[in-house]
C-alpha cells in the first residue's frame, strides 16, 4: 500500500524560504519509471503542478517557479524534500506530494496535503 | 503552461447522467492520450477516477468513464448519486516540463 505524507512549517513570513518534506512508503524511489511530484492548491482555487523527480534523478519543474524551486530525494529515507524561496502571500496554499506512476504518467496516489500561510 | 479549460459548474439529478468537458489544445490533451480526471471532495486530497483518458483505477465504479475527442477531454458520471457531489480537475501530460490541470468543476447532485 503506497502512503506520502507532507510535512513543514504551517506558517513563513514573506521572502522567507519554504521546505517541505515528503515522507512516503510501499514504493522505491529508485525503481525504473517512479517520481514524486508536489502540487499546491490555494484556498478555492485550483490544483497546479510545482515540481516532480524522477528515479534517475532527473528534475522537472514548472517553468514558471523554476528560479524558486528546487526538489531533491532521498532514497535511504523515502523522503522527497521541495524548497520554495522568497515566499509570498500569494503561495499561501495547500502543499500535496503525490506518485507518479510512470507508464500511465499520472499522479495515483496523493498525500493529505499541508496548509502553509505566508504572511508577516 | 496554461491551465485546461472546464466549466465551473455542473448538476444532474440522482439516476441521471452528467458529461464534464475539458478543453486543451494540440500541445496537451491532444498531442497525448495521458489525460487523468481527479475527485476532491471539500477538505480532502485529490483521488485519482480516470487515466489514460478512459482507464479507471482498481475500485473506482464503472459509473465513471472518461474519452477524449481532439483537444477536449470528457468525463462522464452515469447514475449520478449523492456521493458523487465533488469537484473534479482534468489533467493532460503535455511534455516531460508541463504537466496542467484544469480549472475545476463543481458537481453538484440536486
Known amino acids: 500500500q503506497i502512503t506520502l505524507k507532507e510535512s513543514g512549517p504551517t506558517l513563513v513570513k514573506p521572502t522567507q524560504t519554504l521546505t517541505l518534506t515528503c515522507t512516503f512508503s510501499g514504493f522505491s524511489l529508485s525503481t525504473h519509471g517512479v517520481g514524486v511530484g508536489w502540487i499546491r492548491q490555494p484556498p478555492g482555487k485550483a490544483l497546479e503542478w510545482l515540481a516532480l523527480i524522477y528515479w534517475d534523478d532527473d528534475k522537472r519543474y514548472r517553468t514558471s517557479l523554476h528560479t524558486s524551486l528546487t526538489i531533491t530525494k532521498d532514497t535511504s529515507k523515502n523522503q522527497v524534500v521541495l524548497t520554495m524561496t522568497n515566499m509570498d502571500p500569494v503561495d499561501t496554499a495547500t502543499y500535496y506530494c503525490a506518485h507518479r506512476e510512470g507508464a500511465s504518467r499520472t499522479f495515483d496516489i496523493w498525500g493529505q496535503g499541508t496548509m502553509v500561510t505566508v504572511s508577516s | 503552461q496554461s491551465a485546461l479549460t472546464q466549466p465551473p459548474s455542473a448538476s444532474g439529478s440522482p439516476g441521471q447522467s452528467v458529461t464534464i468537458s475539458c478543453t486543451g489544445t494540440s500541445s496537451d490533451i491532444g498531442g497525448y492520450n495521458y489525460v487523468s480526471w481527479y475527485q476532491q471532495h471539500p477538505g480532502k486530497a485529490p483521488k485519482l477516477m480516470i487515466y489514460?483518458?478512459?482507464k479507471r483505477p482498481s475500485g473506482v465504479p464503472d459509473r465513471f468513464s472518461g474519452s477524449k475527442s481532439g483537444n477536449t477531454a470528457s468525463l462522464t458520471v452515469s447514475g449520478l448519486q449523492a456521493e458523487d457531489e465533488a469537484d473534479y480537475y482534468c489533467?493532460?501530460?503535455?511534455?516531460?516540463?508541463?504537466?496542467?490541470f484544469g480549472g475545476g468543476t463543481k458537481l453538484t447532485v440536486l
Open positions: 489514460e483518458v478512459s
Open positions: 489533467y493532460s501530460y503535455a511534455g516531460s516540463n508541463n504537466l496542467v
